[in-house]
């Protein structure tokens, strides 16, 4: 298990996607698994970078795990911001038009779509975000 | 991410090299402020760019909307990964895309 703690801000965004894409090629992760988790910590880091602490700065932890059977990488966000839970947002309707449309949400859905598994809990003053991606042996 | 813009008359083409996320997007939004004025075929050519987050899509609407008003826009070149993000939140059906 690998861990890093920054201050959630958007500019260390990519600090944290360099951090969890060093772990992901050490275990010959296909890019495309790579490219959709890259995503998800853009979607889910932002996330926190922008409303966890506002309008203070906070730190946030990313893990990265593996986890076996199957072989899948587990990363969790963990921040001590005020209670948000993005599994409770109503999903988008990606059938609206361009006028119609709205992109609050849609981030959020992304990630529910191209990772096998996200969860959420509050526990211990703590926002506890985890996805989960299974790697396929190439 | 690295943006290059080329004006030809009413035409506006704009290269994407990079990734399109939370860090790049104003960028974008910056190179499009006010030079859309006058016009009427946007084409954005997505052969350089890696991926895109919900802060590209966000840039994207905003400048198909503005184009709706105004004449036309394409996205051209998009990889395999970018083309699902497009389906799976139904830009694709939002989106002109070659």
Redesign the interface.
Known sequence: MEELTVDAT??N??QVTAFVDEQLEALDCPL?AQ??I??AI??LF?NI?HYAYHPEVGAATVRVEVIEEPLSVVVTFIDDGIPYDPLARREPD??????E?E?GG??I??VK??MDEISYEYRDGKNILRIRKRLERL | MNIIKIMDENKLSISLEG?L???TAPDLEKALEGSLDGVSELVIDMGGL??????G??IL?GA??SM?KQGSMKVTNVN??IM??FE???FA??LTIE
């Open positions: 958007v500019e965004i990519m495309k490219t959709q890259d995503i853009d979607e932002g970078a990606v059938g609206l038009s361009a006028e449309r992109i849609l981030g859905f992304m779509k191209t | 990734r996320d939370t860090t890696d991926y895109l987050s919900s802060a899509l966000r609407l198909q909307k709706n395999e990964t699902e993000i799976v939140t139904g059906d939002i």
